[in-house]
């Protein structure tokens, strides 16, 4: 039988099928921590699920505009001046159903056969599949010593003829790194010279413990005519089943993706739509609760790792999760994933797998949890790494 060539080469996403797994295990009745799941553990604020119900008993429930309608776009227009610093028109806005669907498109909108796309590791899961879908090739950066972005002197060592996108996620999933100004400045003119689209994932701008978020193109205007902002609510607003996400981009980008989402899901719904207008100028306050909660749980996860020793990770600024080196831990042929499994199936401890993030030799602990579960899972993840 005869499949899709570009569609076989994707693979399930590893994440998802680990939680599958400590779902099923906790159902068997077995005390399952789980750290695999890439969610806030509170709920989206009330005043954004009224904002929903009102608007559907009200009757928002017929199709909206493909590509998000206009008050939507105008509130998005508005938070990026407000927050970023930067102006784009509503029609280079495209909303869609989630951050995921809107890079989906993006990539599909920019990628011809056998085009590279540049992915600095550790990165997000779906990026790699969703450059195959489209046809491209993506070209992974093994995560340096430091664990930050590689340099650029690195990062021109996988560059060729080919490479047409570079992609950009900062506050970083799974490591959670933000990029100083400095750093930004130097990573952008270098991106600037090469003259390649940059794709700039900014999902978990509000969580920004110690270095406030700076957009890439804030930093470095230069880069705005190959510049596309990918942003959404699934974070900032704890509204990850809501699905909304957008980009902001050069005209001809924001056509495209906004025709592709015509073909595809169309619209996200009225209601929501709505409820994302007032989330969108509440801003970050409405969160402030909720991400003070959060920097407090890095803070404590981050000094019992320490208190425990032994156990490397990298420093995580910002997000929800903390990217843990058992590199030095593996023995005779041992993966992460293989460790991930057994750390499962033996200590109900639920962690993914470096290899998830085309980073092998690592674990993602996602701290979006209490504090009681953060700290019997650290000790429980102690045990099993050092003993
Ligand atoms: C880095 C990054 N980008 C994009 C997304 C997609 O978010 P959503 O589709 O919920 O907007 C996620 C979700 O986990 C993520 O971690």
């Known amino acids: 039988m005869s499949f899709s060539r570009r569609i076989s080469s994707v693979q399930p996403s590893p994440t998802l099928a680990l939680n599958a797994k400590a779902v099923q295990l ?17 709920p989206t604020p009330k005043v954004i699920v009224d904002r929903a119900i009102e608007s559907l008993k009200a009757g928002r429930t017929k199709y909206t505009p493909a590509g998000g309608g206009p008050e939507l776009r105008q509130a998005i227009s508005e938070k990026l001046e407000r927050d970023n610093g930067l102006t ?69 060592k996988y560059a060729s003829p080919k490479t047409k996108i570079f992609v950009f996620n900062s ?20 991106l600037a010279k090469q003259g ?58 924001a056509t495209m993706v906004k025709s592709l989402q015509s073909h595809s899901s169309t619209c996200i719904p009225g209601f929501i739509e709505d409820a994302a207008v007032l989330a969108l100028k509440h801003g970050q306050s409405l969160m402030a609760e909720d991400i003070a909660k959060l920097r407090h749980r890095r803070d404590t996860a981050v000094k019992l790792l320490d208190s425990l ?9 910002g997000a929800y999760y903390i990217f843990v080196d058992i590199r030095d831990k593996l023995r005779d042929g041992d993966t992460s994933l293989k460790f991930s499994d057994r750390l499962l199936q033996e200590h109900y401890l639920a962690l993914a797998p470096g290899e998830a993030f085309g980073a092998p ?7 979006a949890t209490d504090e009681a579960t953060i700290s019997e899972g650290i000790k429980r993840l102690h045990k099993a790494l050092v003993g």
């Open 171 to 190: 506050p970083n999933n799974p490591s959670g790194y933000i990029l100083t100004e400095n750093e930004l400045k130097e990573l952008g003119t270098f």
């Open 26 to 42: 906790a159902k068997q009745g077995h005390k399952v921590l789980n750290f695999a799941v890439g969610e806030p553990d509170y």
């Open 309 to 317: 020793g032994d156990i490397k990770y990298m420093f995580p600024q």
């Open 88 to 156: 784009f028109d509503p029609a280079q806005i495209v909303v869609g159903a989630g951050a995921k669907e809107i890079l989906f498109h993006t990539f599909l909108s920019l990628i011809n056969d056998g085009d590279e796309v540049i992915l600095t590791t550790p990165c997000w899961v779906s990026y790699a599949d969703q450059i195959r879908a489209a046809g491209g090739v993506p070209v992974l950066i093994p995560v340096p010593e430091h664990g930050r972005i590689p340099s650029t002197e690195e990062i021109l």
């Open 196 to 253: 390649w689209w940059v794709i700039s994932d900014e999902i978990y701008e509000y969580m920004s413990f110690d270095v406030p978020h700076q957009s890439l193109l804030k930093v470095c205007p230069d880069l705005r005519p190959k510049f596309i902002l990918v942003n959404g609510l699934s974070k900032a607003f704890a509204m990850t089943g809501w699905r909304v996400g957008y980009c902001a981009a050069p005209q001809e980008v």
């Open 361 to 367: 030799g690592f674990l993602r602990l996602s701290y």
